[in-house]
């Protein structure tokens, strides 16, 4: 190795700078960025995938998430292009197609057993029918870890919140809704594994939060368009009211 210093690229290297503001390539190529809260918002949108790859870790977890919203999209011409991301998408489906599409699923219960706890204390929750319906799974009455979850993903630019965010990112790309120019760092996406301990990966990570917030934006593209996300938190206020 050379005992010369290394040349640190910045993080946000791959940021165009408009006057006073850095402004994301993806925000670049597609217009200005929409406010959106990723507590209020994605947190709930995006718990079903915390959820799993809770469970199974983030390369298993990704298996059964990749091979679920593939059969989704399979499922019915009408679906092939949509982001299997946010949860609330799924309530616009008609009864019993969830249930029907993870039948005889080699992944079926290793992606609706992570979902019990959820399903214990969050009877509305969109995707409700693929726990429902698979009767031998556990009802889990542990809310406990259903709040150190929650609590755990408050922090956007942690490795497991950060590992979820490119979970539904990678979702994006694999329904061909996400192209990023060679040479982004979006581009060099699956050193993402490598978060936290490399620049490549903060590069990335930084443009993955990014992305999400102009893709859950639109309703075309992640955001369900639901009220999914205030059903979760109004739900969390029952479950625990606030104490003066």
Known sequence: MSGGKRTRTPVLGDHKRIKSKLVTPF??????????????????ELLWIALVQKAWGPRRGVEIITAFTRDVRASDPTRSRTIWAAAGKFAGLPTGVLA??????????????PLAPLHAHYPEHPMRELTSAVTELPCSEDLGAL????????????????????????????????KVSAGLAL????????????????RIAASIRATLNQMFGEVDLIA?????????WNRGLELEPCEN
């Open 187 to 202: 581009a060099d996406f699956p050193r993402i594994e490598d978060y936290p301990d490399t620049d490549q990966s903060q």
């Open 27 to 44: 925000n670049d190529a597609f217009g200005p960025m929409h406010e959106v809260s990723w507590v209020n918002m994605m947190i709930p």
């Open 147 to 178: 709040k150190e979850l929650v609590a755990e993903l408050f922090d956007r630019a942690s490795t497991s919140a950060t590992m979820v965010q490119a979970t539904a990112t990678w979702l994006a790309f694999d329904a061909e809704r996400l």
């Open 100 to 113: 029907g599409i993870v039948e005889g699923r080699p992944y079926r219960n290793d992606l609706c057993a």
């Open 224 to 232: 369900s368009g639901t009220d999914w996300p205030i059903v979760f």
